[in-house]
């Protein structure tokens, strides 16, 4: 056998494997998306209040839950991580409707409390977004779309099951 027809065999079975492979990688993928389509997701259900786009300087009807969970929103995304401060609702839904799940948490929570949620949060995977909330009723409370979990403690095995089971199930599936 010549050098030449060595490497053309190598490069035909490299080239075998890299398929196998990635055939068994987008299967694999494909099982995990079923399953947690299966899962039916975590929260209270609430009412859809739509994805009507407004603008910024457009009013609109209030949300009918504390974090909202559908309804008016604006045109830009809030983009995916933990936030410092406060971020409009409007954007947030917008990210929300793209598939995000987000944890809010009470503005006056000690630095220990939230870093205990910042834990949680960093451990699951998934379209996710992190940010204080002024007028939170309770120390957190998580949303995705149409769907709101509200904790009296900080419970974090709760926060990541609703991060990995309701993050990108969602109408409009796009970055966050």
């Known amino acids: 056998m010549t050098t030449d027809q060595k490497v053309i065999g190598s490069i035909g079975l490299l080239t075998l494997v890299i398929l196998i492979g990635g055939l068994w990688l987008s299967d694999k993928k494909a099982t995990e998306n079923q399953e947690k389509l299966s899962q039916p997701l975590v929260g209270e259900e609430i009412a859809d209040l739509g994805a009507q786009h407004v603008a910024q300087e457009e009013t609109h009807p209030n949300y009918n839950s504390n974090p909202p969970t559908s309804g008016w929103h604006w045109a830009g995304v809030a983009g995916a991580g933990i936030k410092n401060k406060p971020i409009?609702?409007?954007?947030?839904?917008?990210?929300?409707?793209?598939?995000?799940?987000?944890?809010?948490?009470?503005?006056?929570?000690?630095?220990?409390?939230?870093?205990?949620?910042?834990?949680?949060?960093?451990?699951?995977?998934?379209?996710?977004?992190?940010?204080?909330?002024?007028?939170?009723?309770?120390?957190?409370?998580?949303?995705?779309?149409?769907?709101?979990?509200?904790?009296?403690?900080?419970?974090?095995?709760?926060?990541?099951?609703?991060?990995?089971?309701?993050?990108?199930?969602?109408?409009?599936k796009a970055p966050i």
């Open 88 to 172: 409009p609702d409007e954007l947030i839904l917008h990210s929300m409707e793209h598939g995000a799940a987000v944890v809010w948490y009470k503005d006056d929570l000690t630095e220990n409390e939230v870093e205990l949620i910042k834990k949680a949060f960093n451990r699951a995977s998934g379209k996710k977004i992190m940010l204080p909330r002024k007028d939170l009723d309770v120390p957190v409370a998580l949303t995705s779309w149409n769907y709101l979990l509200k904790l009296e403690t900080i419970d974090e095995a709760k926060i990541i099951e609703f991060i990995e089971t309701n993050n990108d199930r969602t109408p409009e």
